[in-house]
C-alpha cells in the first residue's frame, strides 16, 4: 500500500536550519507530483511547496519563498525540503503528500515536528 514516511524534524534557533526526507513506498514515485505541508499549533493545514514529477516546475507559498528548497530524487523514492533561516512562526507538524494541492493531494505522511526556538 501507499506510504510515505517523514523524517529529519527537530528543534532549531532562528537563523537554522534542517533538511526534511519523505520516503514514499508503494507506488510509481517518478510518476507523481508531491507536495509539502505543514500545520502550526492551533491552527489550520497550510500549503507549503510542490514539485512536479519530473522535478522540473516547483512552486512556493509566499509564507518560505526564498528560505526553503524542494528537489525529489526518484531513484530512491524521496522528497526532500530544505529549511533555511527558520524563524518561529515556521514551528509546525510538516507533512508530505502525493498530489498537487491541499484539495488534490490522495495520501499523507504521519508528519515530522519542527520547532523554531531559542
Known amino acids: 500500500q501507499v506510504q510515505l514516511v517523514e523524517s529529519g524534524g527537530g528543534m532549531v534557533q532562528p537563523g537554522g536550519s534542517l533538511r526534511l526526507s519523505c520516503v514514499a513506498s508503494?507506488?510509481?514515485?517518478?510518476?507523481?507530483?508531491m507536495s509539502w505541508a505543514r500545520q502550526a499549533p492551533g491552527k489550520g493545514l497550510e500549503w507549503v511547496s510542490k514539485?512536479?514529477?519530473?522535478?522540473?516546475?516547483?512552486s512556493y507559498a509566499d509564507s518560505v519563498k526564498g528560505r526553503f528548497t524542494i528537489s525529489r530524487d526518484n531513484a530512491k523514492n524521496t522528497l526532500y525540503l530544505q529549511l533555511n533561516s527558520l524563524k518561529p512562526s515556521d514551528t509546525a507538524l510538516y507533512l508530505c503528500?502525493?498530489?498537487?494541492?491541499?484539495?488534490?493531494?490522495?495520501?499523507w505522511g504521519q508528519g515530522t515536528r519542527v520547532t523554531v526556538s531559542s
Open positions: 503528500a502525493r498530489g498537487p494541492s491541499l484539495q488534490a493531494a490522495d495520501y
Open positions: 514539485i512536479d514529477s519530473g522535478g522540473g516546475s516547483i
Open positions: 508503494g507506488f510509481t514515485f517518478s510518476s507523481y507530483v
